[in-house]
């Protein structure tokens, strides 16, 4: 029989608060179990030496305390580590960790697949399964905590592993409250970021509810381009998209939007491609993370040659774009931007929009 007890991680502090209180249990007492699970990592309510026998007992008999385990851990020659994690019922969703000299991010996931369908990337491919529960999304962080040495500490945490992070709002939001609590993880909020393909009506959502960063995973510059890379621009196209970032409030030098730009050979390389983006991004503060396609089987897109990477990013540089070329990451391992896939299957990528003489910008 599958054990049906709610996730203990599932609530907020808040939440947690609230069912002491409805228990008859001093509320307090939230806080001193947040503090032996997130910022000790004690999962037994039974080692909980300054809870009573009586509280230990009935919150080992209520909730359930692990949502995710480790199902297997690679490691890349870059030091960069990949988890594939099972949640309760088998399905799997890959977790990465990327060790830096003086920061160490955490890559999670919030939705097991993905519906969005981009064309360049592993986890578009496999379809959607489901939302991944708070509970799933926090123990990406425990688990892969547990995988660091004793004197490294997850510094940042980027929603930007399989799913789309707005599409699975509420429990995305749940997540973070606990990643930003004091009396919980305690992430300074512009240690964490979420991603987001541009699905419009939740940006400012995300934002009011938690000053977090944000990235947007732009990667074109025409809605004929972009119609084929991330197929949500067809609902929400680029003008609408920017508009909708431009009306954001509190924004400023100090807190640009992040946006991704996958670079791919012949498709979005071109230097009109970094002159439009010039022009996109024009009065809005902003910082473009340039990412060489990472290949993988089945897709027919490639990186550009170095050369023609480097000519995109001194277009956009010598227009005062702040701008920074990523180097991949855990590439040997599959662990790089839009490579998770779990359980990749037959793929189903599209013909990219190769420009041609007949068809000088690209697109379709
Ligand atoms: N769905 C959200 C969160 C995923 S973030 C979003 O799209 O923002 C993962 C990032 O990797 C996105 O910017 C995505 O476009 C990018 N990506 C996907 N496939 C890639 C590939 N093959 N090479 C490089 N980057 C890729």
């Not at 580590?81 to 969703?93: F, M, N, Q, Y």
């Not at 970032?245 to 071109?270: K, M």
């Not at 227009?319 to 990523?326: A, E, K």
């Not at 420009?355 to 379709?364: D, F, K, T």
């Amino acid at each position: 029989m599958s054990d049906t007890r709610p996730q203990l991680k599932d609530l907020t502090l808040d939440a947690l608060r609230a069912h002491l209180a409805k228990c008859g249990d001093a509320p307090w007492r939230a806080d001193q179990i947040a503090a032996w699970v997130y910022t000790r990592g004690v999962e037994d309510p039974a080692a909980m030496t300054d809870l009573s026998a009586d509280l230990r007992a009935r919150l080992a008999a209520d909730w359930r305390w692990r949502a995710l385990e480790v199902e297997a851990v690679e490691r890349s020659a870059d030091g960069t580590r990949k988890a594939r994690l099972a949640a309760a019922d088998g399905e799997i969703v890959e977790a990465v960790l990327i060790p830096e000299a003086r920061r160490t991010t955490l890559c999670v996931s919030t939705q097991v697949g993905c519906p969005l369908a981009c064309s360049f990337c592993a986890t578009g491919a496999l379809g959607f399964r489901r939302n991944l529960s708070t509970a799933e999304i926090i123990d990406q962080v425990m688990r892969m905590r547990e995988l660091l040495p004793e004197d490294r500490q997850i510094t940042n945490v980027v929603f930007m592993g399989m799913g789309e992070p707005l599409l699975n709002l509420p429990h995305v939001l749940s997540a973070v409250e606990l990643l930003l609590h004091p009396k919980a993880f305690a992430f300074a909020p512009r240690r964490v970021t979420v991603s987001t393909a541009g699905v419009v009506p939740k940006i400012a959502p995300l934002l009011e509810a938690a000053p977090v960063n944000l990235a947007v995973s732009l990667h074109a510059t025409t809605d004929a381009v972009r119609d084929v890379l991330v197929p949500l621009n067809r609902r929400f196209p680029l003008e609408l998209l920017m508009e909708t970032l431009r009306g954001l409030p509190r924004l400023g030098p100090r807190r640009p939007i992040f946006f991704e730009y996958t670079l791919i050979r012949n498709v979005n390389d071109a230097p009109e491609d970094a002159r439009r983006l010039v022009r996109l991004l024009r009065g809005l503060p902003s910082k473009v993370n340039a990412i060489p396609m990472n290949p993988h089987p089945g897709s027919p897109y490639r990186p550009p040659e170095p050369a023609v990477a480097e000519r995109f990013l001194a277009e956009l540089a010598s227009r005062g774009v702040r701008v920074t070329l990523r180097r991949p990451r855990g590439s040997d391992i599959a662990a790089a931007c839009g490579q998770l896939a779990a359980r990749a299957s037959g793929s189903r990528f599209v013909k990219p929009p190769l420009r041609s003489a007949e068809n000088p910008a690209g697109g379709v």
